[in-house]
């Protein structure tokens, strides 16, 4: 089937990840995930400094992110990003436990 992919598909807010390949060894799915999300952890990074640089206020960018309205600084929003994430991982990890 060949190496492990992975692939967005959709737009807006379907788009979602595709797995292509063979993902049956666990720590090669594990190692593709995490460059993975390395690159888009980047892309984000980059985006919200051309936010800045284009005159958004840190609120706006946390809107934007859908991650708190009320965001005022970068620290608030990296600690509302990084509860969503946590929720979302307690979630699927809730059932593996």
Known sequence: ?????????????????????????PDAG??????????????LAESIRRARDAGRSWSEISQALGAAENAQSWPE?????????QVLWDR???SNT
């Open 1 to 25: 089937m060949g190496a492990n992919r992975l692939r967005l598909a959709g737009r807006g807010r379907r788009l979602r990840i595709r797995t292509h390949g063979d993902w049956n060894d």
């Open 30 to 43: 594990l190692a593709e995930c995490c460059r993975a999300s390395v690159a888009l952890d980047k892309a």
């Open 77 to 85: 929003v990296r600690e509302a990003m990084a509860h969503s994430r």
């Open 92 to 94: 699927v990890f809730a």
